[in-house]
């Protein structure tokens, strides 16, 4: 319509000339040079709307579940080198006590385990007297497992529920006893799902939590927009973590194995177990990532842009290949995973 009326004007013979004049000088190819000038435009003020940061860091308070490793541990002192008064969740003394040694006097710690109720209200009333009247800025929900996984047939009931009452329990009770608190600073939740949250590429709990925690965030964003709280979500690869070494994973799938029955065994064959592990070790030596900055850039980030992102998409394999490969149809994922993963004997 906008190119119609340029088109019209440039006709008409009592047209504007500066206006005939540009149009004749980019030639037939003007409605393209216009709609990539737009686009150049839309870009640079989103970059620089997305540069835009809070102040007055060292006035807000921000929790951090599961610190005692991983990504949690590193973004609790990141955020502690920056100012913020950070209250850290961890699930063991001997986890508080080597964070604290690391760290500045504002950073205090708390026993939490996000899988007991009480353990979790507990952590809230310390909170609440820790942040007084300025209510909490930000809650970090990043504590999770991911043990077991492998493939479906082979769980239990209780080894799905093991998951998900860590990851998907664990961070809506977590948010829904510290909303209020949140509530009161028009805070940020930053809740921390996986591609695995994108793509189910392996069976167990591990993935139906990630879903569920995209899904919990996506409807909790909507229903508090209105109060100024936001709800983003980090997505990130696979990066060197406690929850991707392969010892543990390992020892999981072989007890998995000699759980099952005789028949189910032989529909896979003795040489599956094998195979399988060593495909998982040579996919995993390959995308693991050892820059766990990248994850907790984008956790900073939600906590101190001034318009953070709903999603953050954390290392090269999630950016190139577990996110595209979430907007295609199912049977891509089926035949990409049915051509990596070794096959059942008695496969039909
Ligand atoms: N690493 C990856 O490739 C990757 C990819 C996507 C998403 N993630 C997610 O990132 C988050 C952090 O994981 P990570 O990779 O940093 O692994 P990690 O080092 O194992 O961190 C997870 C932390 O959660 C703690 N935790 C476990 N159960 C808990 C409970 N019931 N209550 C409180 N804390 C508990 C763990 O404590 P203990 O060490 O004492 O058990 C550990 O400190 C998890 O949600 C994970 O699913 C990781």
């Not at 205090?108 to 609440?128: G, H, N, Y």
């Not at 998900?164 to 600073?185: C, D, E």
């Not at 693991?288 to 290392?315: F, I, N, Q, W």
Request: proline share 4%; aromatic share 10%; net charge positive.
């Amino acid at each position: 319509m906008f190119f119609e009326q340029f088109r019209v004007q440039k006709q008409t013979p009592e047209g504007n000339m500066d206006t005939q004049y540009i149009y004749e000088l980019l030639g037939e190819n003007a409605s393209y040079y216009i709609a990539a000038s737009f686009a150049l435009l839309w870009i640079l003020v989103w970059l620089y709307r997305d540069s835009l940061e809070i102040e007055n860091l060292s006035d807000k308070y921000v929790f951090v579940t599961g610190c005692d490793t991983g990504f949690g541990n590193l973004l609790c002192k990141k955020l502690d080198r920056r100012g913020f008064r950070v209250l850290a969740g961890c699930l063991t003394e001997k986890g508080a006590d080597d964070l604290k040694r690391v760290t500045g006097p504002h950073l205090k710690t708390v026993l939490l385990d996000v899988t007991s109720q009480s353990s979790i209200q507990a952590a809230m009333e310390w909170t609440k007297k820790e942040v007084g009247d300025r209510g909490l800025w930000g809650i970090v929900n990043n504590a999770g497992r991911s043990l077991p996984m492998g493939p479906s047939e082979w769980m239990r009931v209780e080894d799905f529920h093991s998951t998900l009452k860590v990851n998907m329990n664990g961070v809506i009770a977590m948010t829904m006893t510290f909303l209020p608190l949140i509530k009161k600073a028009r805070g940020r939740i930053v809740n921390v799902a996986s591609v695995l949250g994108r793509v189910a590429a392996n069976g167990g709990g591990y993935c139906i939590s990630k879903f569920a925690v995209e899904s919990f965030s996506d409807c909790l964003r909507r229903d508090i927009s209105y109060f100024g709280i936001k709800v983003c979500i980090i997505e990130p690869g696979f990066f060197k973590t406690a929850v991707t070494n392969l010892d543990p994973i390992e020892r999981e799938l072989h007890r998995l194995w000699n759980q099952l029955s005789p028949e189910v065994k032989a529909s896979y064959g003795e040489k599956y177990l094998d195979n399988y592990i060593k495909i998982q070790r040579l996919i995993m030596n390959a995308v693991c990532d050892s820059d766990l900055t990248k994850v907790t850039s984008c956790m900073e980030h939600a906590l101190t842009a001034a318009h953070p992102r709903t999603r953050y998409s954390a290392g090269w394999d999630a950016k190139l290949l577990w996110i595209p490969l979430s907007y295609m149809p199912s049977f891509v994922v089926d035949i990409g995973l049915k051509l990596v993963l070794p096959r059942p004997s008695k496969s039909v």
